[in-house]
T-cell receptor, first 113, second 108 residues
């Protein structure tokens, strides 16, 4: 399967704990996006990488959130000191070339108890 | 930041009826993309429009970009149960902004 993969698919954590999610984009794609989606809402942009450079961060991304994309391949999204309001689906997408079509992964569903 | 509004929020149609969702912005958009998200699934890219007044068709789906590049529409002719899902418009700038989505239910 050469699509976008995300791990884990589900994560349940207690408030205050740190969590880390991983996204593996389509191998030839240089652009990678993270989104957060809650029930009944559209995906909210969190951050964007072009290769290993983090070019954009949403104001939604508080200092508890950090994302990396070492070597321009996979990416990680870490949430420190989780809060119940962080419960959501975290989606990763990638795109490449001159066409900005985004391919989404299946998402990681986070539940903070 | 970019604000992209979609109407309606929900739409129920009988199978075979047509369906339209509208995407509106207060500012000029450089491009518009449309995605479909099935219940429990992730967004899947449908199309991108970049030119003023552009119209593209995919089988029963017709996508239009307004002349002023501030609005867009997706029209489905003769809906089928496989069309069920939420349709999002989105636009890419420095960030990527998704609209609020229109949830389509098709009643067989």
């Amino acid at each position: 399967d050469t699509g976008v993969s995300q791990n884990p698919r589900h994560k349940i954590t207690k408030r205050g704990q740190n969590v880390t999610f991983r996204c593996d984009p389509i191998s030839e794609h240089n652009r990678l996006y993270w989104y957060r989606q809650t029930l009944g809402q559209g995906p909210e942009f969190l951050t964007y990488f072009q290769n290993e450079a983090q070019l954009e961060k949403s104001r939604l991304l508080s200092d508890r959130f950090s994302a990396e994309r070492p070597k321009g391949s996979f990416s990680t999204l870490e949430i420190q000191r989780t809060e119940q309001g962080d419960s959501a689906m975290y989606l990763c997408a990638s795109s490449g070339g001159s066409f900005y079509e985004q391919y989404f992964g299946p998402g990681t569903r986070l539940t903070v108890t | 930041g970019q604000q992209v509004m979609q109407i309606p929020q929900y739409q129920h149609v009988q199978e075979g009826e047509d369906f339209t969702t509208y995407c509106n912005s207060s500012t000029t958009l450089s491009n518009i993309q449309w995605y479909k998200q099935r219940p429990g699934g992730h967004p899947v890219f449908l199309i991108q429009l970049v030119k003023s007044g552009e119209v593209k068709k995919q089988k029963r789906l017709t996508f239009q970009f307004g002349e002023a590049k501030k609005n867009s529409s997706l029209h489905i002719t003769a809906t089928q149960t496989t069309d069920v899902g939420t349709y999002f418009c989105g636009t890419a700038g420095n960030q990527f902004y998704f609209g609020t989505g229109t949830s389509l239910t098709v009643i067989p």
